[in-house]
């Protein structure tokens, strides 16, 4: 079936504005999760998905940062008013895993690479 | 808090050398762990996981790892380094009583000729 999929896959913007990414989770995949990735740098966990629900948004870096989810379906991340330290690459991925502990695998899109000039 | 460190941010190997990666994690339950590895340019692919059920945990690419709860310790290793396993690797723990995940800062792993 199809894996995760994120769109677009590359986005330049200009420093100041709006941009929206976009991901398409496996169907079925109840949890969700954002990642950041600067150049040369780890994953940076943002926001975690579990249905339409977020119980954890530790991790979106300031209040430019928003994401939502429809469901068990698609989740958008939208980051307003760009700065140049916005640009990552950011991941997106699922997992079958429902609440409660569980050790399923996450499963990654190929990323959204965002350069903020 | 639930977290990840990993030891060294770049390891570098000869081809048929052993590779070890290492990774410490913490956690207040009994943890589920990952290694992912991250080709260039890729997005990330499961390596192998630990659930409990057996300590020495055998993944893909002749990758395992073992976790050594004495030590808080799950430290990947391949016999036999291969120039195709130059890539990024990362560890990873579940933490508390959902799906959440945390992630190490990642290794890259360089492998010379």
């Known amino acids: 079936g199809a894996g995760v999929s994120q769109s677009p896959s590359n986005k330049v913007t200009e420093k100041g504005k709006d941009v929206e990414l976009r991901c398409d989770p496996i169907s079925g995949h109840t949890a969700l999760y954002w990642y950041r990735q600067r150049l040369g740098q780890g994953l940076e966990f943002l926001i975690y998905?579990?249905?339409?629900?977020?119980?954890?948004k530790s991790g979106l870096p300031s209040d430019r940062f928003s994401a939502e989810r429809t469901g068990e379906s698609v989740s958008t991340l939208t980051i307003q008013r760009t700065q140049q330290e916005d640009s990552a690459v950011y991941l997106c991925a699922s997992s079958s895993g429902r609440w409660g502990r569980s050790y399923n695998e996450q499963f990654f899109g190929p990323g959204t690479r965002l350069t903020v000039l | 808090a639930q977290s990840v460190t990993q030891l060294g941010s770049h390891v570098s190997v000869s081809e048929g050398a052993l590779v070890l990666l290492r990774c410490n994690y913490s956690s207040s339950v009994p943890p589920y762990l990952f290694w992912y590895v991250q080709y260039p340019n890729q997005g990330l692919q499961l390596l192998l996981k630990?659930?409990?059920?057996?300590?020495l945990v055998k993944g893909i690419n002749g990758f395992e790892a073992e976790f050594k709860k004495s030590e808080t310790s799950f430290h990947l290793t391949k016999p036999s380094a291969h120039m195709s396993d130059a890539a990024e690797y990362f560890c990873?723990?579940?933490?508390?009583?959902?799906?959440?995940?945390?992630f190490g800062a990642g290794t890259r792993l360089t492998v010379k000729p």
């Open positions: 630990y659930t409990s059920a057996a300590t």
């Open positions: 998905f579990q249905g339409n629900s977020a119980p954890d």
């Open positions: 990873a723990v579940t933490i508390g009583y959902n799906n959440d995940m945390r």
